[in-house]
């Protein structure tokens, strides 16, 4: 089993959608999680961190299940900008500071 | 002023080149790291050090040695490589003495072996 798993996609989405990516993580020790986005051909850069008590930043909405190892991440009110691969990162696994990344999701917004 | 900067942007080197890529961060972090991102695979953890001192080497070939001569430098060295190796190489940084920081990543280096 991988240690973060994400679907792939593409997600193909209209202009003003709702759409929400999932991740799951296999090592029930991992201490904090993030979304990572990264446009093409570009490094990945911090969208947002993700609390037990989930957090919200503008359009973006993270929750964390512990007891199912599972991340999520909302993105209400789709922007054409928002186009681009979302990461989910794991970092503090077996008391390590490895940050370990999903394949990514690739959403594309449409007009 | 990026907080950490990878040279060079691009490479292409022979299978018999030496080259080094190198990283610089003005983060204040203490703790770097080395990944590959190869076409349709996550990225992949190559090496990290924390304080100066390698705390991480992911079964990396050997053909790849990294350098941290302080904690702002990172260099990986590069010698007979493969053309499967070509990939983006993504330097990054944190703060090492809590995981719930994020890295900071630098732009990469896009190598390719010819």
């Known amino acids: 089993r991988k240690e973060v798993e994400q679907d792939p996609g593409p997600f193909n989405v209209p202009e003003g959608a709702t759409v929400a990516f999932n991740c799951t993580y296999s090592?029930?020790?991992?201490?904090?999680f993030f979304w990572y986005r990264q446009d093409c051909r570009k490094e990945p850069k911090l969208l947002m961190s993700?609390?037990?008590s989930g957090n919200e930043d503008g359009r973006f909405t993270a929750q964390l299940n512990r007891a199912s190892q599972y991340i999520s991440l909302l993105i209400r009110d789709s922007k054409l900008s928002d186009s681009a691969t979302y990461l989910c990162v794991v970092n503090g696994v077996s008391g390590t500071y490895k940050y370990i990344f999903g394949t990514g999701t690739r959403l594309k917004v449409l007009a | 002023e990026t907080g950490v900067t990878q040279t060079p942007r691009h490479l292409v080197m022979g299978m018999t080149n030496k080259k080094s890529l190198k990283c610089e961060q003005h983060?204040?972090?203490?703790?770097m790291y080395w990944y590959k991102q190869s076409a349709k695979k996550p990225l992949e953890l190559m090496f990290v050090y924390s304080l100066e001192e390698r705390v991480e080497n992911n079964s990396v070939p050997s053909r790849f040695s990294p350098e941290c001569p302080n904690s702002s430098h990172l260099f990986l060295h590069l010698h007979t490589l493969q053309p499967e190796d070509s990939a983006l190489y993504l330097c990054?940084?944190?703060?090492?003495?809590?995981?719930?920081?994020?890295?900071?990543f630098g732009q990469g280096t896009r190598l390719t072996v010819v």
């Open positions: 983060l204040g972090h203490n703790a």
């Open positions: 090592n029930s020790a991992s201490q904090s």
């Open positions: 993700v609390y037990s």
């Open positions: 990054a940084s944190s703060q090492s003495q809590t995981s719930r920081t994020e890295a900071f």
